[in-house]
Nanobody, 115 residues
Framework: VQLQASGGGLVQAGGSLRLSCVVS????????IGWFRQAPGKEREGVSC????????YYADSVKGRFTISRDIRKNTWYLQMNSLKPEDTAIYYC?????????WGQGTQVTVSS
């Protein structure tokens, strides 16, 4: 089982990035999937997720209206479109998939937003 996150980078405030997470070793069907982030000196926090049914999405208040999560079941991939980025969005972003007792994490991708 492997989750491979990509798409991070350095961007100026107001810019955009799209993160991707590709899964191998299992299919996304009925897995809740999401993105977390951890800034230096801070705890890991949830950013956004999609429920296993795909019917609902959730966003942290700090990213509502700026970030959009989506998934492509056929490609075993999900995305986080990040617009209007702010310096406070700087963090390592981790993808996550969970179903029942099973939870998997990607390796993280660095997002740095300069002011």
């Amino acid at each position: 089982v492997q989750l491979q996150a990509s798409g991070g980078g350095l961007v100026q405030a107001g810019g955009s990035l799209r993160l991707s997470c590709v899964v191998s070793g299992f299919t996304l069907d009925r897995y809740a999937i999401g993105w977390f982030r951890q800034a230096p000196g801070k705890e890991r926090e949830g950013v956004s997720c999609i429920t296993g049914s795909g019917a609902s999405t959730y966003y942290a208040d700090s990213v509502k209206g700026r970030f959009t999560i989506s998934r492509d079941i056929r490609k075993n991939t999900w995305y986080l479109q990040m617009n209007s980025l702010k310096p406070e969005d700087t963090a390592i972003y981790y993808c996550n998939a969970a179903r029942g007792a099973y939870t998997y994490w990607g390796q993280g991708t660095q997002v740095t937003v300069s002011s």
